[in-house]
């Protein structure tokens, strides 16, 4: 376990901001209360054998107990690093990211089951969109009841989707809470 | 009285019995009536004598009743009498007074001077009232006798062109004597003289415009004098002498082909006419014009020039009248403005008047003056946009055409299949029908042509245009607008003296645009939900310093364009359910800025009901965190906005069950909660306030406010969660709710007041000490400011006293010290004659 470089910390950066935009800032600042302390401390990313994982820096502290071999997993993990050097989220982000998120896609109660077993979103599956959402921004999916399924990347604009046919693609599928295989496969960005 | 009414189609047989017209007539006997058809043309100037006086009376015998009769009679041995008179008159009196002027009471009187034209007028005038009688009192005319009216009308047409023709020659040698008589009259009977003839003309004018209309030169020439009471008359008559002559199709000037063309005399006559009432039209609007620009005539002008338009659209000049009203649509005179925009706003009502092209013109001029005042102008000026109405239906109608071709299509076919069989036997009647078929279509593009139907594609291309240029003005104010604000920053609070009218037509512009935002093509849309965004947001980038600079957008302003994107995405985009949460950001950060006394109830109800109320979804989270805000602010403002802000809180909490959370009494709001683990008041984000994390306890505290209502609603509020899966919605808007509120509390003001005082003295030591130390404070102050008052007032009496002892002390001082020293003299001296002596 060890905190990230630059380099590292800028990929992971780019990655949440394209999802959550200037709400970054809030999961950056966000107050942990974990542990004894009074005054509560703050979260922070770690990487752990390939995967970046978003810890409350009381849980750090206590982990440092564990030597890097024997530490599975601490905190919540949020994303890997490929073979290849590329930053993939993961579906636990999703959490994070639901919460924070800029752009968000509510699916008609009859698709879901669709995108949960890895299809992309279709204009027909679209119960509502978000304003101003431009192809290539992260999308957090949720169900009409506000549950979230999972996120991927925009395909179209919302201006696009008015006139796109009904099984244009709006969303394209990165990560669900049905399966989190495919996270693991290649992807779309 | 005795006689029978004749069958009509007699009358021009010589007439029987005129009866009481006069004695002599009565007695015609069957011979002369013998002796009358045999002599028939000697006969002809009695008959074109009489007829029309006594067709007017067996008619008007027939068609009144007998209660009537009586009148009837009266009236016309009184016009007889009249008549014989001033033919007495006119013998008697010499030519220049000849003209007697007729009161109501039926006097006449006779005028010292007037011109011999007048006098021809006024004779033509007099045929020409007789005329209209008869026209009135012939109720029902066969075709016969109105054939031969129209002949004796033309007849004396006739003989009036001589006679005017005779009097045209007098005026030379009588000018002379006219001046003299003129140079006797002092200003005061001049002014009458005018007054007078300005009436008689005009009314000369209206009773016969055709042979008259001549006279409008005249009129003008009066209407041009120096005198400023008699120039706003002039202009004033002849606005009504316009305005009732002008005919109801525009005037084409000839052309030389047409002129050259021999044509009969009614069309050289109507050529004449037409021609002339141009003419003088053109001389009365360029005089109108030259006018308006004077302080002193601006406003007489304006409105003659006002109503022109608002008569006669349709007329030649009207892009003169148009600048002129468009330039004075943003006037800082109220009166002037109010005519302007009322008549653009009829002009736009009424657009079947003139075809719509007005409007579009008016519409084109309107842009072009907010460009050249660079959106500088009067709110007033572009809320006349509201009254515009665009027919959404022309594509739809063209389209059932469509259909409606295709149909007679298949019908055609299917007769020519039925018709083929027959006509092959029938050669005859296939030409008949060829023939009829061929009439009706003749008759139908007559009627086209006649009907004035409006074409379809003209129209729409007009709509097109109107709507293009309307939007142009919108978005020329919203980037003026945005403009503005972002320089605002730079530019610092050093021209604070423009920053209430900074951007005037923000206003009218925004309603503009919610009324008509389901015409907006939707490639303009997101450009318009990016304004719209920028300027809700207006100074959110320098938030805190709103307050400080005046300039920026105020609240309501703000609100204004939240309510409009959700009307514009409501009207135009229910196919695709997008989510404006930008907008949601903005309203939940506005609310928190909204000052009661400052900025309008009204805007803010609207936004509750438009964003919250109605939409149809909405996140949990966000939904909390406006629950949340509005108890929050419900418990510090007045009594009408937290009643908005309640029945808002009770809408949303019966849709949103998950979010009767929290009226529950447990902090932390479970598991739903969130990330967010602790409420944050002062986000900015409605969904990560983490509203669920608190609890609703502002509904406690109102269920103890002072109005009965608030205090009704909020334990109705708190107590539902414990009535669960009722659906009960109430139907009360928060706009409603609101006006209720503040009609109420305008009503109970008054009253109030008293019921406090009486509470006060009933008990003294009150029940709320806020509200009871604020009213001795109150009374205090009252006090006190009466007490200075009094208290300088008897200061300065004292002072006064004091200062006046004081004075006379001195003056006592001085006489004293003089007079010792006038001792101390006299001593001296009597020492120094003491000393000589010595």
Known sequence: MRPLDETETTAVFEKLFKFVGNNLKNIVENPSHEGPDSNSGRYCFRLNKNKIYYVSESLVKRATNIARPNLVSLGTCIGKYTHGGSFHLTVQALNLLAANAKHKVWLKPQSEMSFLYGNHVLKSALGRITENIAPGDGVVVFSMSDVPLGFGVAAKSTQDCRKLDPNGIVVLHQADIEGSQKSSQPQHI | MGKKPEPKQKVILPPQLPPEVSEDEIEVSDEDLDFVRENRDYAGLISALDTQSITKHVTRVADTKEDDLEALYEKRMKKNALKKETEESSLQVDRVEALPVKTLDGKLYYRTVSKTENGSAQEETGGDTTDGDADKGLVKLSKAERRAKLKKMKKEAKKHGKEVANTEVQPASQAAVLAEVKQELTAEEAFENKKLKLAELGNALLTNPESNIKLLKEMIQIAKENDQSIVKLGLLSLLAVFKDIIPGYRIRLLTEKELEMKVSKTVKKMRYYESTLLSAYKAYLQRLIDLEHQPLFQHVAVRCICTLLDANPHFNFRQILLGTVVNNISSTNDAIRKLCCSTIKSLFINDGKHGGEATVEAVRLIADQVKAHNCQLHPESIEVFLSLSFDVDLRKSEKADDDHRVKNKK?????????????????????????????????????????????????????????SAVFETYFRVLKHTMESTAVRPEANSGTSSDAVGSHP??????????????????????????????????????????????????????????????????????????????????????????????????????????????????????TAAFIKRLATISVCFGSPESMAALVTVKHLLQKNVKCRNLLENDTGGGSIAGLIPKYQPNSTDPSLSGAFASVLWELNLLSKHYHPAISTIASAISNMSAAHNQVFLSNISPQQALKNMSLEQELLSPQSGSIKLNNKRKRANGATPSASTGCTADSSSFDEDELRKKLASHFMLLHDIKENERLRRELDKTTMSLELYKQYKKQKKQGSKTKSKA
Request: aromatic content about 6%.
């Open chain 2, 411 to 467: 019908n055609k076919k299917r007769k020519n299949m039925d018709e083929s069989n027959q006509l092959q036997q029938n050669e005859r009647k296939k030409s008949k029908q060829e023939l009829m078929s061929k009439m009706r279509e003749e008759v139908e593009a007559d009627y086209k042509a006649a009907s004035f139907t409006p074409d379809i594609m003209e129209q729409r291309q007009m709509q097109s245009e109107t709507l």
């Open chain 2, 505 to 622: 037509l923000l206003a009218p512009c925004l309603k503009g645009l919610a009324k008509f935002s389901h015409l907006i093509d939707l490639d303009f849309m997101n450009d318009l939900m990016i304004h719209l965004k920028k300027l809700a947001s207006g100074s959110s980038n320098s938030g805190n310093t709103s307050d400080k600079l005046p300039k920026c957008l105020t609240v309501s302003e703000r609100l204004q364009c939240c309510i409009v994107a959700f009307k514009v995405m409501r009207n135009n985009l229910d196919a695709l359910n997008v989510d404006l949460q930008d907008f949601f950001v903005h309203l939940y950060n506005l609310l928190l800025e909204y000052r009661p006394g400052r900025d309008e109830g009204e805007v803010l109800a609207e936004a509750l009901k438009m964003m919250l109320c109605e939409d149809k979804q909405h996140d949990m989270q966000k």
